[in-house]
């Protein structure tokens, strides 16, 4: 497929955005294991530790006597060449430079070691020592995991503003929940990020139109069962299918929409075939979720090399929200290039997707899968974030129709990163 010369030149603006992010990831990915331990130190020594925030000095002077070691990171981009490269390689170099070159990084590209559907297995067995993994993939094996995704539906959908609530919130009440950290615990794996909100969700179209009527009869593709019964609900034919087949299936006209995220549907092309976006202003559609693991082998690492990975979170955070508010961004304007139109759903039909999702968490409420009081701690996270963040001087200066305009791409999110640190991650910081 040959890329028109403003679609690659707005893939070059996108792939430092996803880099800073994806790098993170992996930091964040490498201190999952000592995380999961309990804040224990896992089973590796205690030599080289030092205290939270110290010094580089201070942290060479501690790392100075253990042998150099390698971790092997499967990230979630397909080749060293993605857009989305940078998920591997920033956060190795990041790990790398804090470790004074002790810690090595093995970056694997392309699921190669491990797919999706084992890539677990293989963080537990020490096949992968860290990776980006998508639960959402398993609802049966994560079904604590996945109900909190879906109980994220319903809170601020702004690509700016939302996107930082609700990744707080995310990573704030998953810690809170026993029942989510226990499932990766159960596998002999450690989480740090146990759910990654990732990116909002949009409707996505190769015509235009985001009327309810419009949707009567369309096929879309869905990444969870939850968005599944939505579209349901509305009328629509819901279609799951692996996100590699989406772009020849929205050519092929074998579906009509895809509920989807802007920053891996700008990066696959999708605006070339379905350039008409739908977003939400008063709710939004549940999340799929993700999750930063730390396999069996982080537990085995010096205490020191388990806290320089954990460490990280800060710039994690900053480069998971460039990847994904500088990736909104970029994909408005890559869709406005295309002909798209930009459309806010109208208000009375995003009474009926929040009326969906309301019942939606009473259904899990009931179900007590992650707790009888999920909702009740998503509500209160979010009250508190959307708090916090404000304080902190961000705020939303336009619509999601012109946020390719009003956006700032040298925005620093490391402070909303630092707040989490402190508040939710330190805690858990292996000691």
Same mark, same amino acid.
């Given at each position: ?26 930091? %964040?990915t490498a201190c999952a ?35 150099? @070691? ?35 990084? &093995?970056? @694997? #590209? ?10 677990? &297995? ?29 109980? %994220? ?17 995310? =990573?704030?009440?998953? #810690?809170?929940?026993?029942?989510? @950290? ?24 190769? =015509? ?5 009527? &419009? ?20 009328g629509a034919s819901p279609?799951?299918? !692996? ?28 605006? !070339? ?9 008063? =709710? ?13 082998? @982080? ?8 806290? +320089?990975?954990? &460490? ?8 998971q929200m460039m990847t ?7 994909? $408005? ?9 930009? !459309? ?8 009926? $997707? ?14 007590? +899968? ?12 979010? !009250?508190? #974030?959307?708090?916090? $963040? ?15 305009? #009003? ?25």
């Open positions: 497929m040959v890329l028109s010369a403003a679609r690659t030149a707005r893939l070059r603006r996108l792939a430092p955005a996803v880099a800073g992010a994806s790098a993170l990831a992996f930091a %964040l294991g000592s995380a999961g331990s309990g804040g224990g130190g896992g089973g590796g020594d205690a030599a080289g530790a030092y205290e939270a925030g110290a010094s580089q000095e201070d942290v060479d002077a501690a790392l100075a006597d253990l042998e150099p @070691v390698e971790i092997i990171y499967q990230p979630s981009a397909a080749s060293q060449e993605s857009v989305q490269s940078p998920s591997g390689t920033v956060l190795a170099e990041a790990i790398e430079e804090r470790s004074g070159g002790k810690i090595t990084v &093995d970056t @694997v #590209w392309g699921q190669a070691i491990a797919g999706y559907s084992e890539i677990h &297995d293989a963080l537990g067995d020490g096949r992968i020592d860290l990776a980006y993994t998508l639960p959402v993939y398993d609802p049966a094996q994560f079904p604590a995991v996945n109900a909190l995704g879906d109980a %994220l539906g319903g809170l601020d959908p702004s690509p700016f503003m939302g996107e930082m609530i609700t990744n707080a919130v995310a =990573t704030d009440v998953a #810690w809170q929940t026993p029942e989510i @950290v226990a499932e990766y615990e159960e596998l002999g794996i450690s989480p740090i990020a146990p759910t990654v909100a990732s990116g909002g969700y949009y409707t996505m179209c190769n =015509t235009p139109g985001v009327e309810e009527s &419009d949707f009567d009869g369309r096929q879309v593709r869905i990444a969870s069962k939850t968005q599944g019964e939505l579209m349901s609900s509305i279609v799951s299918m !692996e996100y590699t087949e989406t772009f020849e299936a929205l050519q092929r006209n074998t579906v009509d929409c895809t509920l989807g995220q802007l920053v891996p549907s700008a990066e696959s092309g999708i605006f !070339e075939v379905a350039p008409h976006i739908g977003y939400m202003t008063e =709710t939004s559609i549940s999340r799929s979720p993700g999750a930063l693991i730390a396999g069996s082998g @982080v537990d085995d690492l010096p205490l020191g090399y388990q806290q +320089v990975i954990f &460490d990280a979170y800060t710039d994690y955070f900053h480069g994904t508010i500088n990736g909104n961004s970029v994909a $408005i304007g890559m869709a406005k290039e295309a002909d798209g139109e930009i !459309e806010q759903i109208p208000e009375e039909f995003q009474q009926e $997707i929040a009326q969906f999702s309301e019942d939606k968490r009473a259904e899990l409420a009931e179900s007590g +899968v992650a707790g009888d009081e999920l909702q009740a701690r998503v509500e209160e996270s979010a !009250e508190k #974030w959307a708090t916090r $963040i404000e304080e902190m001087g961000y705020s939303d200066e336009g619509t999601t129709e012109d946020f390719d305009e #009003w956006f700032d791409e040298d925005t620093d999110f490391r402070p909303v990163g630092q707040a989490i640190f402190d508040e939710v991650i330190l805690p858990h910081r292996p000691s």
